[in-house]
């Protein structure tokens, strides 16, 4: 009985070794990249032959930042059965790259033309001393009628080795200075080929012998992107056109050459969780306090593990998860430095205002405001702001508290603006027991552009809170004056022509209170940093 026993484990045994076929080891294509601002979903997709029986896939050659809890795995064979799945790290089998190989092979070519250039060097040194002994030599022996003939003989050679030696000396400077850019270069390159990969080995089952295609996606942390933007302006158009951008970074150890990509502002960490909401507590300020949000924003230095090769900064984003299809398909190293990308092009239409506060500052400055900011569901990022292909400003663009986004575009230098105290109209005069001073100012604004202008004009009036001390405003020009004293006067300006506003004022105090009522009057000061040269 036992030996029937010993014999029955033995056919299960020999059955099970015949089962189980070879390790096949494969490495993967990418097939396409989600990029979240901090991570990026890796996808790779393959087809395989498996013969009956198991079968253990080893996919080697991937990022050692792999997540393993985000492994997914999807076979498009209903006949093959997935029967576990493993990560190890595993030391690198390929850790020299195309681009690798390209370096160090030119290092070697140019080691080799500085031997031979240093070997010519030394040879015509050499001839260089070997003259000299020559000269010396014959010096001695030859009279002087033969040294004088041969002067120019040895002169004509002194040149010619000198010669040499200056343009080999400059061949080796330039190929020394090959030589370091390309060091540097494989420094970096072996870096990035870190010493150890990742190795994911899928056991699988087959009825018979066929072929399956493979769906593999994880999650690694060694990329991200943020938005920048370019807003691009037309003096003579009402509408702007919204380039959005994106700084986008691989240091994931694999090269994304021209494949699809993706960007994502969803949080890789919270893919697989669903979202809770939380009260939305009318608090004592009058706003909502949305717990939820709270949260969220508590959690944004906590989330996941960062990549240490890069800095991070906080983005603004919608609560909703977007993504950006990118069209063109870009080449994006993996040696973790910031690529460019398009993400898309809009055009919106804008309000363009010009704004003048000349008691500050006699410039009108020209700005955009873009309606409905927030609904178009922008993310927050560097600007570059252009006017007719000029670059006038950067910024960062926030979510706009009002739903408009405002944008400045510099100073127009073809309007004209002076304010000017009127001083034949400054007077002081003893009344009763008070002091009445008056005051007018002119402000005058030409507009030298072969096009009309709207403009609005801020300026001031002086306000009293004290009962004792009256202000009176006798000329403001049919401005609009707010309760602070602020005047607004929307003016249009066709080409070329000047318009003028008046100011004028009076402010009656008691004799015994003393005003620096001239400070007021006085052109604005700011400090600023300047070189000191001694």
Same mark, same amino acid.
């Given at each position: 009985m036992?030996? =029937?026993?010993? /014999?029955f484990f033995f056919i299960l045994f020999s059955l099970s070794l015949a089962a189980q076929n070879p390790d096949k080891k494969l490495c993967p294509d990418l097939s396409s990249v989600k990029v979240f601002t901090t991570g990026a979903q890796? +996808? +790779?997709?393959? %087809?395989?032959?498996?013969?009956?029986?198991?079968?253990?896939?080893?996919?080697?050659?991937?990022?050692? *930042? =792999?997540?393993? @809890?985000?492994?997914?795995?999807?076979?498009?064979n209903q006949q093959v059965k997935m029967h576990s799945v493993s990560t190890l790290v595993v030391p690198n089998e390929n850790k020299t790259s195309p681009r690798l190989k390209l370096i160090q092979d030119s290092i070697s070519l140019?080691?080799?033309?500085?031997? =031979?250039?240093? *070997?010519?060097?030394?040879?015509?040194?050499?001839?260089?001393?070997?003259?000299?002994?020559?000269?010396?030599?014959?010096?001695?022996?030859?009279?002087?009628?033969?040294?004088?003939? @041969?002067?120019d003989f040895y002169s004509r050679k002194f040149n010619d080795i000198y010669m040499r030696i200056h343009e080999a000396e400059m061949k080796k400077a330039e190929i020394d $200075? !090959?030589?370091?850019? /390309?060091?540097?270069?494989?420094?970096?390159?072996?870096?990035?080929?870190? $010493?150890?990969q990742t190795e994911i080995d899928i056991i699988l089952y087959a009825d018979n012998d066929l072929s399956t295609d493979i769906d593999l996606k994880y999650i690694v942390n060694t990329a991200g992107w943020m938005s920048k933007y370019d807003f691009?302006? $037309?003096?003579? $158009?009402? %509408?702007?056109?919204?380039?959005?951008?994106?700084?986008?970074? @691989? @240091?994931?150890?694999?090269?994304?050459?021209?494949?699809? /990509?993706?960007? *994502?502002i969803a949080q890789p960490d919270k893919l697989t969780e669903v979202p809770e909401l939380s009260p939305m507590d009318f608090g004592r300020n009058n706003r909502i306090e949305d717990s939820y949000q709270l949260q969220k924003q508590s959690e944004i230095t906590e989330t996941g593990k960062l990549d240490a090769a890069v800095h991070y900064k906080t983005m603004?984003?919608?609560?909703?998860?977007?993504?950006?299809?990118?069209?063109?398909?870009?080449?994006?190293?993996?040696?973790?430095?910031?690529?460019?990308?398009?993400?898309?092009?809009?055009?919106?239409?804008?309000?363009?205002?010009y704004v003048a506060v000349p008691k500050i500052e006699e410039q009108v400055y020209l700005t955009a405001m873009i309606p409905n900011w927030n609904s178009m569901n922008f993310l927050s990022g560097e600007a570059n702001i252009f006017l007719d292909n000029a670059l006038v400003s950067r910024t960062e663009i926030v979510t706009a508290p009002d739903d408009t986004l405002r944008l400045s575009l510099g100073t127009d230098s073809k309007i004209k603006i002076k304010r000017n105290k009127v001083k034949s109209e400054t007077e002081s005069a003893m009344i009763g027991n008070k002091v009445k001073y008056s005051f007018t100012f002119e402000i005058i604004t030409q507009n030298l552009n072969d096009f009309a202008v709207n403009i609005t004009?801020?300026?001031? !009036?002086? !306000?009293?809170?004290?009962?004792?001390?009256?202000? %009176?405003?006798?000329?403001?020009?049919?401005?609009?004056?707010?309760?602070?004293?602020?005047?607004?006067?929307?003016? *249009?300006?066709?080409p070329g022509e000047t318009c003028s506003r008046l100011i004028s004022y009076s402010i009656r105090y008691p004799e015994n209170r003393k005003f620096d009522y001239n400070s007021s009057l006085q052109p604005k000061k700011r400090v600023v940093l300047s070189p000191a040269f001694y």
């Open positions: 036992r030996t =029937l026993y010993q /014999l890796l +996808h +790779h997709n393959f %087809k395989t032959e498996l013969k009956k029986g198991f079968t253990t896939l080893k996919l080697v050659n991937l990022p050692t *930042s =792999l997540e393993p @809890n985000t492994i997914n795995i999807t076979l498009s140019f080691t080799d033309r500085l031997k =031979l250039i240093t *070997s010519q060097i030394e040879a015509f040194r050499s001839q260089q001393k070997l003259l000299y002994d020559v000269i010396q030599n014959n010096a001695k022996a030859a009279a002087i009628q033969d040294i004088e003939k @041969n002067i $200075s !090959v030589t370091e850019v /390309l060091n540097k270069r494989m420094g970096i390159e072996l870096i990035r080929r870190s $010493s150890v691009r302006i $037309s003096s003579n $158009s009402e %509408k702007i056109e919204i380039r959005q951008k994106a700084d986008i970074y @691989n @240091n994931t150890g694999i090269d994304w050459n021209k494949i699809p /990509l993706v960007l *994502s603004v984003v919608p609560e909703f998860n977007a993504e950006y299809m990118i069209q063109v398909k870009y080449r994006i190293p993996s040696d973790a430095k910031p690529y460019t990308i398009e993400i898309n092009t809009s055009n919106t239409e804008a309000r363009f205002r004009l801020i300026d001031q !009036v002086p !306000v009293s809170t004290d009962k004792d001390v009256e202000v %009176k405003q006798q000329e403001i020009s049919g401005a609009r004056m707010a309760e602070n004293g602020l005047l607004y006067w929307n003016i *249009s300006l066709k």
